[in-house]
């Protein structure tokens, strides 16, 4: 029977899409996953990818910036191309390059990071997808924000840096300056179907029987926990979701990935209840070899069965990741598709979710010689019931955020302390 993959390929071709600048483009499993939730969601919700950056009041030169991320969506198609689904498949959908730059102004009482909770709420599904904000403290000597806010189909956070270093390179050059030729930006969209048709490839030999044998075994046992959202959902005033962070100190070169996912068993144990085997998501890959390094081509999520059981031994988790990340590039919803087949009664909605960066490697936008500093802006709204982000550095940074819609407040945060005592002391450390 042909893959998930090589099926949307076939239903991709059948669009009639050439290689005009204006002919819809394919999408990975990572982008599909993405497109068709958002599409399956009652007000199509798109999954936001923010960044939240702190200037000194007067910094930012709006009409520079504007232009600066004009040039950079004239030559990158992903971010000038709308994510959508024609005759039942994903595809994005070139539009002409243009990257809105919104003052958004405080309502009576309202601060900086509510002012831009607000705007980003009410992020509509139809334009581009890239947008910024920037939001100004009332104080005469206060700071304005910038967000620059991605839709996630459209850009992972392995993007995150280059988009902010070719922004910061742009907004140096000045209004001025030209945009990419036009042979350059043939040559990048060029460069981008390919990319995507090598991972669509790679993508397809990971869905081999063998693979699918592997990831229905490895997920028959697999169920949901997590409750649907609450009828009763917060009143106006409280914010959609909530969160807590702590920062530890971190030993080089950091806490090895099967510790911080058995920590996030933890904190499904608590959320979750004993004896369960609960999905949670965590994104991982690479691009497949000749690929290009374009901007948006992009991370697969994996999924970690996470068995609530008491356990003092960490090494069937270390032992079972390796074997897993030797079949990461099979796309989610043919793991979907392979645990159904087995059994399970999992449909693919994940439990949980979990992040890890690099702190060395985050981005810090630099404008007009003045280096930003980085905020969180807490209390927007989260798809999953939670998410875990850990900043790895010279502190260990952990963060997590849930759905108050589905997670109360007081069970929540016993789960974060669960986590968090869980990468104090992994599994299997002697006492």
Known sequence: MPSITSQYLARYRRLGAGEGADDPLPVTGAQRRFVLVRSLDPVGRPDLVPMFFAFPRG??????????????????????????????????????????????????????????????????????PIRMFLAQDEADDGEEVLAIVLDHAACDGQSLARLVDELEAAYTEG???????????????????????????????????????????????????APQPRANRPIAAELPSGSAELMLPSAAPGVPFPDLLDACRAAARTLYGAGHVVPIGYPWGGRPPGAAPVLGCFLNTVVFP?????????????????DDLDRADTPFDAVVHAARAAGSGWTGRLDGLLT?????????????????????????????????????????HLRMVWDRAVLDDDTAERAFTALTDAVREPAGTPG
């Open 59 to 128: 910094t930012v030169d709006p009409a520079r910036l504007t232009a600066a991320a004009d040039r950079l969506a004239a030559l990158h198609p992903v971010l000038r191309a709308r994510p959508t689904v024609v005759r039942g498949t994903p595809v994005l959908l070139p539009q002409q390059p243009a990257v809105p730059l919104a003052r958004v102004h405080p309502a009576p009482g309202e601060d900086t990071t509510s002012t831009l909770r607000r705007a980003l709420a009410d992020w509509t599904p139809q334009g581009p």
């Open 175 to 225: 209004p001025a300056a030209t945009g990419p030729g036009p042979g350059e930006a043939v040559a990048e969209l060029a460069s981008y179907r390919e990319a995507v048709l090598l991972q669509l490839e790679a993508e397809d030999r990971a869905s081999s029987p063998a693979a699918m044998a592997y990831w229905g075994e490895r997920l028959r046992a697999t169920r949901e926990q």
């Open 306 to 322: 996470a068995a609530t059981a008491q356990t003092s031994d960490a090494h069937p988790t270390s032992s079972a990741w390796w």
């Open 356 to 396: 890890v960066d690099d702190a060395t490697r985050r981005p810090l936008l630099r404008l007009g010689g003045v280096t930003a500093r980085e905020i969180h802006i807490d209390g927007r709204s989260v798809r999953g019931p939670f998410a875990v982000s850990v900043t790895q550095g010279t502190e260990l």
